[in-house]
């Protein structure tokens, strides 16, 4: 559901300054405490309002029984997004940006930017154990003194939009919010998931999602207004900052876990501390109609015990209970979490860890809110007697659909609709699209819908399904939705649903590392605020360009006044000067930038191809550069194709079809060395130990950053022997496997086994079933051809491919020659296998045919 997210910002706004208004009115009214009643009054509110002057001070009983339960009520019935989007305290903590005057520094450029919460600094590491010492802070103030004191809350109230006034002019954007307000983590807990009426933001094309930062422009069109505080961000995608923020947050899963203990406790403790609840049957009672919200008795005991077994002051007993009520709540739902996980783990579902704990986390929500409203009256009576029992049932009802709901989520789940919406934008440009819809639009399908639309592409043709893949890359390493070491895994489905292989995974990545270097240079995180604050920048842009009347920005012809405003922008916005640039060049003239970047890219092609040759010469010598060889002409072959229709349409020379060998090994290796296939990499190390020793203190004090690993690499960088190391160089010489990358002949060594023959004994007899394919690596096969002559099959020759191939039994004996036959055998099913592995395999196995055709022909 979209309704809060696409509310007009022009009605929050009069609501929030509403909000406002009557939060100072509510201050104001705590420094009065006496109240009379204005004639006419309705008898259940004269009731409630004589209920209020009883107990002297109604600003307390309106704040502790109403302000704050309606709050909580708000995010639990309805959804995040509208609370976070009327909040009177989050509205005042913008304050200084409107007035364009928050903090400042000097930033890389030399230009004054406004100061960021940095994510790796104290308070961007630890600020759900500040603002949750925060809450408990105040949990035990208001027991100890606030509750019942008008002139307490009153300072207190006037110190939170004092401390909101100042975190909002020391940080940019929702700092307030996210770093220090003590309801923050709170919001959280309760949102989970996904608010019950809360919308989807990861699928949609909408650019303002959720509760996510927004202004009116000058033409009065809503933009973003985001600078990207914290990613992920609950504004943005609460789902994403759910499962994001699983595992990886300091402090929240404490936080999570101890909300229920902290409820239960806070109310026992209230209980037991009362002293106005002997007029009610128990002081249950008392609590449920609300009259705890302010009573005068407490701070006159704040030094006594709270019970005679008891034997230490309130003042030190209540935030010691609170603390130790918090600690067993963590520890039971800790003990339970395990338990869930081990549960899951016995049926074998996938991801039972985050499983175990995303639903521990709903079962600790759904406890904390009915515990809550258990206790609490929102309406203090106004309803009527069944009044409190009628918003405690709708409380019960509307968590468990909330709970029920998110249940039944997994982060699989989220990462499929996730590639889906993103999948839908690149299908939107394919011709004949909509006569396949037969009448739908491509954004009524579901998820499930989009991906079996795009199992028809591949019979439209490898290079557009590849062209798609490419698509979804970007598009989701650009929001920060794809981490690059774990993007080969995520997108299994899509590839198999688009019938790629991962090695077309890895040919993407190297390409978008050309097209967008930057984009892979950051981690998710980083690129997803970078995209943010583009996006927020390029609103406002446009907005500035179309009120202005231009259609090009020309700094340099631009009057003072627009200048002003586009500085204005680049302090609010938070982008290195780098990135401001790239901002400014999508709005400068055209043409220049980009034949930059294409003669760039020709120079890296020529760079490459030189590359290509060179390790092509040299693995004639050395069979283990042979896999890396066709690596490298697959680099080539791919920005190749990237860049043909690049240069037709800048009339730019065509690519020579012949280079000449350049550069260095050393260089060429570094180069594949960080190429994104893991195995890539392990095999440059392999070649490295055998041949170059020197090298390899070097290469293992420059790890992969930010690139995938596999079992492969990760031998290799322990320097452990690999079992298959001494098969490695056969397998790689051999013309059956010319054509297989360091991936598949790996793949290759670990499914076959080394066999050793005795001279003239026999290897394959004539009339036998083929089971296999051997692969000589040492001594030498004897094979007796049509005409009676003896072919020599020597090492990194194969043996029997011909009946595997055709299905047939042999049709020829094989024997051992005189100093015996060690060889590598790959079974039938490994070398069928391989065919579906390897596109690239067939080229090879075609080729070793015609060479054995030919041999036995003579």
């Given amino acids: 559901m979209q309704i809060f997210s696409r509310w007009p910002e022009s009605q929050a706004r009069a609501v929030r300054w509403i909000l406002l208004l009557g939060w100072l009115l509510l201050i104001i009214s705590l420094f009065f405490p006496a109240i009379s009643l204005p004639q006419g009054t309705a008898p259940i509110c004269a009731d409630w309002m004589k209920s209020c002057a009883v107990h002297s001070q109604p600003g307390n009983r309106i704040f502790w029984g109403v302000v704050v339960p309606s709050a909580l009520m708000l995010i639990v019935l309805t959804s995040h997004e509208l609370w976070r989007r009327i909040c009177p305290l989050a509205f005042v903590s913008q304050l200084f940006r409107a007035l364009g005057r928050q903090r400042t520094r000097v930033g890389k450029g030399g230009k004054p930017e406004v100061v960021k919460v940095n994510a790796d600094s104290w308070l961007g590491r630890n600020h759900i154990q500040l603002q949750w010492s925060l809450l408990i802070a105040g949990l035990c103030l208001r027991l100890l003194v606030v509750n019942s004191s008008p002139i ?54 909408s650019k303002i999602s959720q509760s996510m930062c927004r202004t009116i422009g000058d033409s009065g069109k809503e933009q973003s207004a985001c600078v990207a505080c914290q990613a992920p961000c609950l504004d943005i995608d609460a789902e994403r900052h759910f499962w994001n923020n699983l595992a990886a947050k300091p402090g929240l899963e404490w936080a999570w876990y101890s909300y229920p203990g902290l409820v239960l406790t806070f109310f026992e403790l209230m209980r037991r501390m009362v002293g106005g609840a002997t007029q009610y049957q128990s002081h249950y009672d008392y609590l449920r109609n609300g009259l705890w919200a302010f009573d005068a008795s407490l701070p006159q005991r704040i030094l006594q015990p709270i019970e005679p077994w008891l034997p230490m002051p309130r003042l030190v007993a209540v935030p010691i209970c609170l603390s130790l009520g918090a600690a067993i709540s963590v520890a039971l739902f800790r003990w339970l979490e395990g338990q869930m996980q ?51 049932s709708v409380v019960l009802a509307i968590s468990g659909i909330w709970i029920f709901r998110g249940w039944q989520r997994d982060q699989a789940i989220y990462r499929r609709e996730s590639t889906s919406e993103s999948l839908r934008k690149q299908l939107r440009n394919l011709p004949a699209l909509q006569q396949a819809l037969d009448g739908r639009s491509l954004e009524e399908l579901s998820p499930q819908e989009v991906f079996t639309l795009a199992k028809a592409l591949p019979a439209a043709g490898l290079q557009q399904a590849r062209s798609i893949y490419r698509g979804v890359i970007a598009d989701m390493l650009r929001s920060g939705r794809l981490e690059r070491a774990s993007s080969l895994l995520q997108l299994q489905d899509l590839r198999h649903t688009l019938q790629l292989e991962d090695q077309d995974h890895h040919e993407a990545i190297r390409l978008l590392a050309e097209e967008e270097p930057n984009l892979l240079k950051l981690d998710g995180r980083q690129r997803q605020i970078n995209d943010l604050r583009q996006e927020a920048v390029t609103e406002a842009i446009e907005e500035l360009l179309a009120t202005a009347g231009l259609q090009v920005l020309d700094l340099v012809g631009m009057n003072e006044s627009l200048k002003q405003r586009l500085e204005q922008i680049r302090q609010g916005c938070g982008l290195s000067e780098e990135n401001w640039q790239s901002a400014l060049a999508k709005f400068g003239p055209r043409g220049d ?62 690519l020579p079809s012949r280079v000449e060998p350049s550069g260095s090994l050393e ?74 990358l360091p991936a598949n002949l790996v793949w290759v060594a670990s499914q076959g086994e080394i066999h050793q023959w005795q001279p003239a004994e026999v290897v394959i007899e004539q009339g036998a079933v083929s089971d296999g394919v051997g692969v000589v690596l040492a001594g030498d096969g004897r094979l007796t051809s049509q005409s009676g002559s003896v072919v020599i099959l020597g090492p990194g020759e194969t043996l029997g491919e011909m009946g595997v191939i055709t299905g047939m039994n042999r049709s020829r004996t094989v024997s051992a020659g005189p100093q015996g036959l060690r060889a590598f055998q790959l079974p039938r099913e490994a070398f069928e296998e391989l065919l579906h592995r390897s596109r690239y395999f067939s080229r090879g196995l075609i080729r070793q045919l015609a060479q054995r055709l030919t041999a036995t022909m003579l």
């Fill in 667 to 740: 260089e060429a290796l570094d180069l594949l060395f960080s190429d994104p296939d893991p195995d890539t990499a392990g095999w440059v190390l392999l070649l490295e130990r055998e041949l170059f020793p020197e090298r390899l203190a070097r290469r293992l004090q420059n790890p992969r950053q930010g690139l995938a690993s596999s079992a492969f690499l990760d031998i290799q960088l322990s320097g452990q022997p690999h079992p298959d190391a001494a098969e490695f160089p056969f397998l790689a010489s051999s013309p059956l496997f010319a054509d297989l």
């Fill in 152 to 205: 307490g809350l009153a300072v207190l109230l006037l110190l939170t939009v004092a401390a909101a006034v100042l975190v909002g002019w020391a940080y940019g954007g929702k700092a307030w919010c996210q770093y220090v307000c003590p309801m923050g983590p709170v919001q959280t807990v309760l949102t989970g998931p996904r608010s019950p009426l809360g919308s989807t933001a990861h699928m949609g094309s």
């Fill in 342 to 392: 081990l549960q899951y783990e016995r049926h074998g579902r996938r991801e039972a860890k985050a499983l175990a704990t995303s639903r521990c986390r709903l079962i600790a929500s759904f406890l904390a809110i009915n515990s809550f409203f258990w206790f609490v009256d929102p309406s203090q009576g106004a309803l009527g007697s069944n009044g409190a029992q009628i918003i405690r």
């Fill in 593 to 654: 930038q980009a034949l930059t970047r294409l003669s760039q890219q020709v120079a890296d092609w020529h760079k490459q191809a030189g590359f290509a040759a060179l390790l092509k010469q040299q693995s004639e010598q050395i069979a283990l550069l042979r896999p890396l060889s066709l690596a490298m002409q697959l680099r080539c072959a791919g920005l190749e194709a990237l860049l043909i229709p690049k240069l037709q349409e800048a009339n730019f020379e065509r």
